[in-house]
């Protein structure tokens, strides 16, 4: 049993959810809570890192839809292994740029693979372990593309440049997992000002904590 929280942080491209968990950090920490680790999928941990530039790479255009997820399972379940449960085991509240709910939404939802098989995996990965809550940021489609568009320091990468109906599907699947999990995902307006969608992601941890 973890000792600590794992808070995860999911939306579409372009919801803003690492710039919400990058603001709340010295929120948190304001608030008087001191141990915190925050991470990111795909990566986190070296080996992690380098099957992520494989995903992303914007060459990689042959690549199957279940030879990514696998990738994306393996990445996890080093990440996971090296990185978070030791964390969780010190008591840290760990903070994830996406986590099992990504694999669902875009490789379930977006590529079309069995939801089933994706859980599968993900318990397998994981050895059944699930966050004590994540954030789901959503917006639109069109909003999440223009904000990529508009933001040149952003990484772009190759699921970035899929057609839009993908990134609708990958909405709708984050919606349809929200309505499934509604003890553990809190729905987040991330079309709302900033500094709103930050406000309501800190309530909703302090909340939990």
């Given at each position: 049993?973890?000792?600590?929280?794992?808070?995860?942080?999911?939306?579409?491209?372009?919801?803003?959810?690492?710039?919400?968990?990058?603001?709340?950090?010295?929120?948190?920490?304001?608030?008087?809570?001191?141990?915190?680790?925050?991470?990111?999928?795909?990566?986190?941990?070296?080996?992690?890192?380098?099957?992520?530039?494989?995903?992303?790479?914007?060459?990689?255009?042959?690549?199957?839809?279940?030879?990514?997820?696998?990738?994306?399972?393996?990445?996890?379940?080093?990440?996971?292994?090296?990185?978070?449960?030791?964390?969780?085991?010190?008591?840290?509240?760990?903070?994830?740029?996406?986590?099992?709910?990504?694999?669902?939404?875009?490789?379930?939802?977006?590529?079309?693979?069995?939801?089933?098989?994706?859980?599968?995996?993900?318990?397998?990965?994981?050895?059944?372990?699930?966050?004590?809550?994540?954030?789901?940021?959503?917006?639109?489609?069109?909003?999440?593309?223009?904000?990529?568009?508009?933001?040149?320091?952003?990484?772009?990468?190759?699921?970035?440049?899929?057609?839009?109906?993908?990134?609708?599907?990958?909405?709708?699947?984050?919606?349809?997992?929200?309505?499934?999990?509604?003890?553990?995902?809190?729905?987040?307006?991330?079309?709302k000002p900033l500094n709103q969608v930050i406000a309501q992601?800190?309530?909703?941890?302090?909340?939990?904590?």
């Amino acid at each position: 049993m973890s000792k600590g929280k794992l808070i995860t942080f999911e939306g579409p491209d372009g919801a803003g959810k690492t710039t919400v968990l990058e603001a709340i950090i010295p929120l948190l920490e304001k608030a008087g809570y001191q141990d915190i680790m925050t991470t990111r999928e795909p990566g986190g941990v070296a080996i992690a890192e380098s099957i992520r530039e494989v995903i992303l790479d914007v060459n990689n255009t042959a690549m199957d839809a279940k030879t990514e997820l696998l990738l994306y399972i393996a990445a996890r379940r080093q990440h996971l292994v090296e990185k978070v449960l030791p964390a969780l085991e010190a008591g840290k509240i760990v903070l994830v740029d996406r986590f099992i709910d990504s694999s669902v939404a875009y490789q379930g939802s977006g590529r079309g693979l069995e939801k089933m098989d994706i859980q599968w995996l993900n318990d397998f990965a994981t050895d059944g372990l699930k966050p004590d809550l994540t954030l789901y940021f959503d917006v639109t489609a069109e909003v999440g593309l223009a904000r990529i568009a508009q933001n040149k320091d952003r990484e772009v990468n190759r699921l970035d440049l899929e057609k839009v109906d993908m990134h609708y599907q990958v909405r709708n699947g984050y919606l349809q997992l929200a309505k499934e999990n509604l003890e553990r995902i809190v729905t987040i307006d991330a079309s709302k000002p900033l500094n709103q969608v930050i406000a309501q992601a800190i309530a909703t941890i302090q909340e939990k904590l």
